[in-house]
């Protein structure tokens, strides 16, 4: 299983940034996937998670209201819309996958088994 993220960059608070994560394999709708972010030394901290089916999601405090976890089972993707963007939300951006037998909304990143390489994401004041 290969996880790759995509659109990070730099953005101006107040703006919007949409990340995006292909997933290989055949297994992409049974399983929840979730974001993480790690900002220069600090933990890796959840983001968000979206359920297999799609229909169900879960946010830290921190981005409720501002970020909208989405997935699209038939394109291996899930993807995290960014809005209302603050300096604070500096970081690099890794989507994963849930492992087996873990909560969909697990919040743990030992809980989740692949990872992709990380999308970096800017926010200047």
């Known amino acids: 299983v290969q996880l790759q993220a995509s659109g990070g960059g730099l953005v101006q608070a107040g703006g919007s940034l949409s990340l995006s994560c292909v997933t290989s394999?055949?297994?992409?709708?049974?399983?929840?996937m979730g974001w993480f972010r790690q900002a220069p030394g600090k933990e890796r901290e959840f983001v968000a998670a979206v359920k297999w089916s799609g229909g169900v999601t879960y946010y830290a405090d921190s981005v409720k209201g501002r970020f909208t976890i989405s997935r699209d089972n038939a394109k291996n993707t899930v993807y995290l819309q960014m809005n209302s963007l603050k300096p604070e939300d500096t970081a690099i951006y890794y989507c994963?996958?849930?492992?087996?037998?873990?909560?969909?909304?697990?919040?743990?990143?030992?809980?989740?088994?692949?990872w992709g390489q990380g999308t970096l994401v800017t926010v200047s004041s």
């Open positions: 994963a996958r849930a492992a087996y037998g873990s909560s969909w909304y697990a919040k743990r990143p030992p809980e989740y088994d692949y």
């Open positions: 394999g055949r297994t992409f709708s049974s399983y929840g």
